[in-house]
Structure formats: C-alpha cells, structure tokens
C-alpha cells in the first residue's frame, strides 16, 4: 500500500501544511499518486513487522550536515527505520513502492547533495529522532500520539513543491519551487511532528486564532528541538525555516522575536486577527508571546543571532528561560488547550499551567502574564 498524498486542512487526524498560501500547488503537483493507508497501517506498520537490532549509521544531510543515524539491519540490508524510537522510518514519495522505508547496503547514507535522493530523507531521518527524543526525554512521551509508534516522513513529496504537510501516519517534505531545495530543515520537520502532537491533545483549530495557536506551538516545539538537537550545520535560533531556503533568498520563513520582519504578521494582537488570510501570519502573536517569555524584551544576541524585541506597551520583560516556557506551553496544550481555543483562552490556560507548574505566586507565572500583556493580550 503506497503513501498518498495529504489533505490540506487540520481536522480529524490531518495537519496544515507548513506554507498554506502554496498549498494547492503542492498538491496538483502530486495529484493521483497514490492511497492513503491508515494510522498504524503502512509505513510504520511494515517497518515493525520484521524488526531487528539497531544499528548506527552516517547520513549526509541537505539541511543536517553529517549526523549519526539509527537505522535497522534486516536480511543484510539496512532499512532508514529506527527500532529504538517506534519504528520510525523515512520514505521516498516517488518510489516504486513507497510504502517501503529507504534501503541501503553500506549504512551510509547520502553525500549532503540533491544529486542523491538519501540526502533529503537524512534530513528528515535525523530531524524526527530529534523530535522524539526532545519530547520523550522532557515530557515523558513516547511519539506524538503518546502510543509508542514512531511517524513515517516522505520526502520528494510532490514536484517542485515547497511545502511541507503532515497527516495522522507522518509527514510530507516537498524538494522546493525549484526541486533543489528540499524543505527538510530540523525545525520544518519538528514543526510537522508537533501539528500531529496537537492532534491528539488539544486539537487546535486550522483557521482563526486557534488556527494562529496551531501553528504557534509547532513553530514553539519545532525551536525547541532545534535548540536541543544544537548541530553545526543549524546553529539554534529563534527564527523559523531559515535552513528551509523556501523564497531562494536564504530569508526565515518568520521571526519568533518581530514576527512583522516578514512584511505580513502581527506583532501584537488586534480584533480580527483570525481572520487573517493564513494562520500561519495568526501565529505572530504566540510566537512573540514565547520568545518574550523566554529571553525577554530589548535587544539581545543568541547564538551569535541579534534580535530586538518590542512590547505592546513598552514595558520591559525579563525572560523565565526558553526550558520553562516551553513546559508551561506544553503543559497548557495538554490539559488547557481545546478546539475552541482562541488568544484570550491561551492566556488562561498558560496561566494555569504556569500555576499548576510553580504556584501562582511565582516569577513564572506573573512572567506569563507580563509576556501576555507585552503582546496586547490580556
């Protein structure tokens, strides 16, 4: 049973895609590929079915630079499977039987290059390890559903697609506008494994404000991972998609600190702000609420990476740490957050969880109120 291509509209166990202004395009690009197998079937089901021990590979990433993979020996052949994080695996979209994880003989995988289709599916190997590992060794949780099994990533998703989606099984990485610039960056690919966590918690919206705060935590998890993973070839920042290359100027895709540098998303919330015309620009408000909560107000370098953050009102912000606001947004997204969801119950319920996390008379939790107002929600 092949892979097929995912709907485009974050409801009942489907995620929205990365870039939702090119999200049609990616998908007549794709169209008539192939059928979809169902959550727990397919990809991640094969890849159980025969399991062995875990072996330790190379990969030469596009996105990752040279990293070290988990991967599985089977029949003397390796598999870009992972026994030791549920069987994930990695799949070419155009494959001759794609639901089928990559092969190869020597376990080294790639040369770094577009020239050999290993590259992109190390990328994207190594990215959701990445993002098992950050939520299993800080949360607890085995896998985005929590159930043990590891997602299947397709990548070469589509032609000249520049986009990346993600489904109840896994997710989809396009090779760019140009097919020469695959969207496998380790904050894309986490930020995909993220849409299918909420999913199976609070189930944020796809459009309006909850849309906004759908993207928002995936863009949240997706830096945390970065920042976790800490790799040479993708030094950790507050920036989304910038090793993604998706307008081919090496420009972020938004800005977690000021998120109107990109020319479209709110810095501060307004009336109306859900009805933007993409959630993605929605997700500006939560974005900065988190980098305000991290690292604070003013001006500041991270990493070598200079950002100067503003407040609604001026008021300065001291930041509790990137660690404990994302505990208090992962705890809110667990037990607060709802479909129903909007800014002013995402203030609630960070509020909550900060309480629940350090008392109510704590730093932390006056921090998530101050970084609320900061950003006009109050």
Same mark, same amino acid.
């Given at each position: 049973?092949?892979?097929?291509?995912?709907?485009?509209?974050?409801?009942?166990?489907?995620?929205?895609?990365?870039? @939702?202004? !090119? +999200?049609?395009?990616?998908?007549?690009?794709?169209? $008539? /590929?192939?059928? *979809?197998?169902?959550? #727990?079937? %397919? =990809?991640?089901?094969?890849?159980?079915?025969?399991?062995?021990?875990?072996?330790?590979?190379?990969?030469?990433?596009?996105?990752?630079?040279?990293?070290?993979?988990?991967?599985?020996?089977?029949?003397?052949?390796?598999?870009?499977?992972?026994?030791?994080?549920?069987?994930?695996?990695?799949?070419?979209?155009?494959?001759?039987?794609?639901?089928?994880?990559?092969?190869?003989?020597?376990?080294?995988?790639?040369?770094?290059?577009?020239?050999?289709?290993?590259?992109?599916?190390?990328?994207?190997?190594?990215? @959701?390890? !990445? +993002?098992?590992?950050?939520?299993?060794?800080?949360? $607890? /949780?085995?896998? *985005?559903?929590?159930? #043990?099994? %590891? =997602?299947?990533?397709?990548?070469?998703?589509?032609?000249?697609?520049?986009?990346?989606?993600?489904?109840?099984?896994?997710?989809?990485?396009?090779?760019?506008?140009?097919?020469?610039?695959?969207?496998?960056?380790?904050?894309?690919?986490?930020?995909?494994?993220?849409?299918?966590?909420?999913?199976?918690?609070?189930?944020?919206?796809?459009?309006?404000?909850?849309?906004?705060?759908?993207?928002?935590?995936?863009?949240?998890?997706?830096?945390?991972?970065?920042?976790?993973?800490?790799?040479?070839?993708?030094?950790?920042?507050?920036?989304?998609?910038?090793?993604?290359?998706?307008? $081919?100027?090496?420009?972020?895709?938004?800005?977690?600190?000021? =998120?109107?540098?990109?020319?479209?998303?709110?810095?501060?919330?307004?009336?109306?702000?859900?009805?933007?015309?993409?959630?993605?620009?929605?997700?500006?408000?939560?974005?900065?609420?988190?980098?305000?909560?991290?690292?604070?107000?003013?001006?500041?370098?991270?990493?070598?990476?200079?950002?100067?953050?503003?407040?609604?009102?001026?008021?300065?912000?001291?930041?509790?740490?990137?660690?404990?606001?994302?505990?208090?947004?992962?705890?809110?997204?667990?037990?607060?957050?709802?479909?129903?969801?909007?800014?002013?119950?995402?203030?609630?319920?960070?509020?909550?969880?900060?309480?629940?996390?350090?008392?109510?008379?704590?730093?932390?939790?006056?921090?998530?109120?101050?970084?609320?107002?900061?950003?006009?929600?109050?």
């Amino acid at each position: 049973m092949r892979r097929k291509k995912p709907a485009l509209v974050a409801v009942a166990g489907v995620s929205a895609a990365l870039i @939702a202004v !090119q +999200a049609v395009q990616g998908v007549a690009a794709a169209a $008539g /590929r192939a059928e *979809a197998p169902p959550h #727990g079937s %397919g =990809p991640a089901q094969a890849a159980s079915a025969a399991a062995s021990k875990a072996r330790t590979g190379v990969g030469h990433g596009v996105r990752v630079g040279t990293v070290t993979l988990t991967t599985r020996e089977h029949n003397g052949t390796y598999e870009l499977v992972d026994p030791t994080r549920g069987n994930l695996s990695t799949h070419d979209f155009f494959a001759d039987d794609n639901a089928k994880p990559l092969t190869d003989k020597d376990n080294v995988w790639g040369d770094g290059t577009m020239k050999n289709r290993g590259s992109a599916a190390v990328d994207a190997h190594f990215a @959701a390890e !990445q +993002a098992w590992d950050y939520f299993k060794n800080t949360f $607890g /949780r085995s896998g *985005a559903h929590g159930d #043990g099994k %590891g =997602p299947a990533m397709t990548v070469h998703y589509g032609r000249n697609t520049a986009d990346a989606y993600s489904d109840d099984n896994g997710a989809f990485f396009g090779d760019g506008k140009d097919g020469k610039n695959p969207v496998t960056a380790l904050d894309v690919v986490a930020h995909e494994y993220t849409h299918s966590l909420n999913q199976a918690t609070a189930r944020l919206a796809s459009s309006g404000e909850g849309g906004g705060l759908n993207e928002a935590t995936s863009d949240i998890f997706g830096t945390m991972v970065e920042f976790q993973a800490d790799i040479p070839a993708d030094t950790p920042d507050y920036l989304i998609g910038e090793k993604a290359n998706y307008y $081919g100027d090496g420009k972020p895709l938004r800005y977690m600190d000021l =998120p109107s540098k990109d020319g479209k998303s709110p810095d501060f919330y307004r009336p109306g702000i859900g009805r933007l015309d993409n959630p993605h620009l929605a997700a500006g408000v939560a974005n900065h609420f988190f980098y305000l909560l991290s690292e604070g107000s003013g001006k500041k370098v991270v990493n070598g990476t200079t950002y100067h953050s503003p407040t609604y009102d001026g008021s300065k912000v001291t930041g509790i740490g990137r660690d404990k606001a994302a505990r208090i947004w992962y705890k809110a997204l667990t037990t607060q957050f709802t479909a129903t969801t909007d800014y002013k119950g995402a203030r609630a319920g960070t509020l909550k969880a900060a309480a629940a996390l350090y008392g109510k008379g704590s730093t932390e939790y006056r921090t998530v109120a101050k970084a609320w107002t900061a950003v006009h929600v109050g």
